[in-house]
């Protein structure tokens, strides 16, 4: 008994793991697509969104750090009326009388201020950057995920269909009278197993998908 029971299992084995051994990830990634992922999900993230204004408002910084030169220049006129009448005092210059000022104490500070304005705007960029690599390295290593999970559930829904022949064999044996018992239950119980590994994969699956298209802010299925 104890010989039919080694006999049986070393088959099973070797059924089970010479079907995992033919799978490769690398036959289902598809890096044009990973590409298109990346780009979706840089459209489409809330938070790329928001690096991306404040990037935009860093460099309106710059913008008006220059401008701002301006500001240190003033104009100003006043306008004297010729009075033929005025005795006293008469005004020595008659009619409009224009100035024009420059604040020399702005004028010192506008290139420190230009200069931070753009260092600001550099930062801004840095960030923004270092972003875009963590996001790229983040939606790759959820794509890998998933591709890995929908391998895991291939082999094992593979398996199952050869443990439920070898159990369909069991069974008719051991009604025949040709197979004992203790091998007919092991087999179910390696059938109840499987089982509960395929929905166990199918929940990694469907936790990966969501985790992935997280990132990308739409459902794979519309990404084509």
Request: glycine share 4%; charged share 20%.
């Amino acid at each position: 008994m104890q010989m039919k029971y080694a006999v049986f299992l070393i088959p099973l084995f070797f059924i089970i793991h010479s079907t995992e051994a033919q799978e490769s990830l690398s036959r289902d990634v598809s890096y044009s697509y990973l590409e298109k992922l990346i780009a979706v999900s840089k459209a489409n993230y809330p938070k790329n969104k928001m690096y991306d204004a404040r990037l935009s408002v860093a460099e309106n910084g710059v913008k008006r750090a220059k401008l701002s030169y301006f500001d240190i220049f003033s104009f100003s006129y006043l306008y004297s009326p010729n009075n033929n009448t005025a005795t006293i005092s008469p005004s020595f210059l008659g009619g409009y009388q224009f100035g024009f000022f420059a604040n020399i104490g702005s004028f010192l500070q506008k290139p420190n201020q230009v200069k931070q304005a753009k260092g600001e705007y550099a930062a801004a960029q840095f960030d923004k950057q270092a972003f875009d690599l963590n996001m790229e390295a983040e939606v790759k290593k959820r794509y890998f995920t998933y591709i890995q999970k929908l391998a895991v559930l291939r082999v094992r829904s593979a398996a199952i269909l050869d443990v439920e022949s070898m159990m369909a064999s069991i069974k008719h044996k051991f009604e025949k009278g040709e197979e004992t018992l203790q091998n007919y239950n092991q087999v179910l119980i390696t059938h109840s197993d499987h089982q509960q590994m395929i929905i166990n994969a199918e929940g990694d699956v469907l936790i990966a998908k969501s985790s992935l298209e997280e990132l990308l802010g739409q459902k794979l299925e519309d990404i084509k």
